[in-house]
């Protein structure tokens, strides 16, 4: 009798425990732990919007990551792209501190790259001539190379900010921002005015000329979502601002001038995940 007791109270313990398990598991603002995992595929080695984007968009340019989740997209962003400055934002502290260990990570890597190349190009003898060459191109490549985790710990930084909420007024203002699939997340927890103050702070926060890429999720998505707590529930029901009417809301009411769609040529995305991507300018 006692050991069926003892049965019965750990089961009911396992119960409770299987139970917050779930609720802590639960992402009210799309802040997901393996967000990037299952959207890209282990099998790729970058994210496929970034095919879409334009170096002229980000090589020397100060921008903004809204929405950055665990940092892979910003990174690969600094990289690829060369800016001059990117700074990730996220609700979440815990993928903030992701964000960080991925940007740790990703400097290990390069950094091993880096070492490897010179060791070969010196078995092959071609340190020794890049040494006594007067080419002043070739040897601030490789200068570069061996300085490039202090070269990307000064471009790329990241930062917790509920940014919908927050008041402080703006640091820096930026030519590039972006915002990819992070529009619903705010949507449903703070309705159109919280959709319409993202888009106001970012057209303030954009300097003449800016850009703007937006990947907004489709209305399906909201509806798969909706129930995550009763606050997005609620949210849902009174939204107005479908995504299909973002492109009137920016450039009508918000004042961009232009908006290209440039996701048509986009390929290699996760079913669910091929979304439009679009560029505005201020």
Same mark, same amino acid.
């Not at 070969?120 to 570069?144: H, P, V």
């Given at each position: 009798?006692?050991?069926?007791?003892?049965?019965?109270?750990?089961?009911?313990?396992?119960?409770?425990?299987?139970?917050?398990?779930?609720?802590?598991?639960?992402?009210?603002?799309?802040?997901?732990?393996?967000?990037?995992?299952?959207?890209?595929?282990?099998?790729?080695?970058?994210?496929?919007?970034?095919?879409?984007?334009k170096k002229e968009w980000f090589?020397?340019?100060?921008?903004?990551?809204?929405?950055?989740?665990?940092?892979?997209? &910003?990174? %690969?962003?600094?990289?690829?792209?060369?800016? *001059?400055?990117?700074?990730?934002? /996220? =609700?979440? !502290?815990? $993928?903030? @501190?992701?964000?960080?260990?991925?940007?740790?990570?990703?400097?290990?890597?390069?950094?091993?790259?880096?070492?490897?190349?010179?060791?070969?190009?010196?078995?092959?003898?071609?340190?020794?001539?890049?040494?006594?060459?007067?080419?002043?191109? &070739?040897? %601030?490549?490789?200068?570069?190379?061996?300085? *490039?985790?202090?070269?990307?710990? /000064? =471009?790329? !930084?990241? $930062?917790? @900010?509920?940014?919908?909420?927050?008041?402080?007024?703006?640091?820096?203002?930026?030519?590039?921002?972006?915002?990819?699939?992070?529009?619903?997340?705010?949507?449903?927890?703070?309705?159109?005015?919280?959709?319409?103050?993202?888009?106001?702070?970012?057209?303030?926060?954009?300097?003449?000329?800016?850009?703007?890429?937006?990947?907004?999720?489709?209305?399906? !998505?909201?509806?798969?979502?909706?129930?995550?707590?009763?606050?997005?529930?609620?949210?849902?029901?009174?939204?107005?601002?479908?995504?299909?009417?973002?492109?009137?809301?920016?450039?009508?009411?918000?004042?961009?001038?232009?908006?290209?769609?440039?996701?048509?040529?986009?390929?290699?995305s996760k079913t669910g995940f091929?979304?439009?991507?679009?560029?505005?300018?201020?």
């Amino acid at each position: 009798m006692e050991a069926e007791k003892k049965k019965g109270e750990e089961k009911c313990t396992q119960k409770i425990e299987q139970k917050k398990k779930k609720r802590k598991d639960v992402f009210p603002y799309g802040n997901y732990k393996n967000y990037y995992g299952y959207r890209i595929g282990q099998d790729m080695e970058e994210d496929p919007r970034l095919k879409v984007m334009k170096k002229e968009w980000f090589e020397g340019k100060d921008c903004l990551d809204v929405g950055c989740n665990n940092g892979s997209i &910003t990174i %690969q962003i600094a990289k690829k792209f060369q800016c *001059q400055s990117i700074i990730g934002v /996220d =609700i979440d !502290s815990n $993928r903030i @501190e992701d964000a960080y260990w991925h940007l740790r990570k990703f400097v290990k890597m390069e950094q091993g790259k880096a070492s490897k190349s010179k060791v070969s190009e010196n078995a092959n003898g071609l340190g020794t001539n890049i040494a006594a060459s007067s080419d002043i191109e &070739t040897k %601030q490549t490789l200068r570069n190379c061996s300085s *490039q985790e202090k070269d990307l710990s /000064d =471009i790329v !930084s990241f $930062r917790q @900010e509920n940014f919908v909420q927050s008041r402080h007024p703006p640091e820096k203002h930026y030519d590039t921002i972006l915002c990819l699939s992070v529009t619903k997340w705010i949507h449903l927890n703070w309705g159109d005015d919280g959709l319409i103050t993202l888009f106001s702070k970012i057209w303030r926060l954009l300097n003449p000329g800016g850009i703007f890429v937006l990947e907004p999720q489709p209305w399906k !998505s909201y509806d798969n979502n909706r129930t995550v707590s009763e606050t997005t529930a609620e949210n849902f029901k009174k939204i107005i601002f479908r995504p299909e009417c973002f492109q009137d809301l920016l450039l009508d009411k918000i004042g961009f001038r232009t908006v290209e769609d440039v996701a048509s040529s986009l390929s290699g995305s996760k079913t669910g995940f091929n979304r439009p991507i679009f560029v505005f300018r201020k």
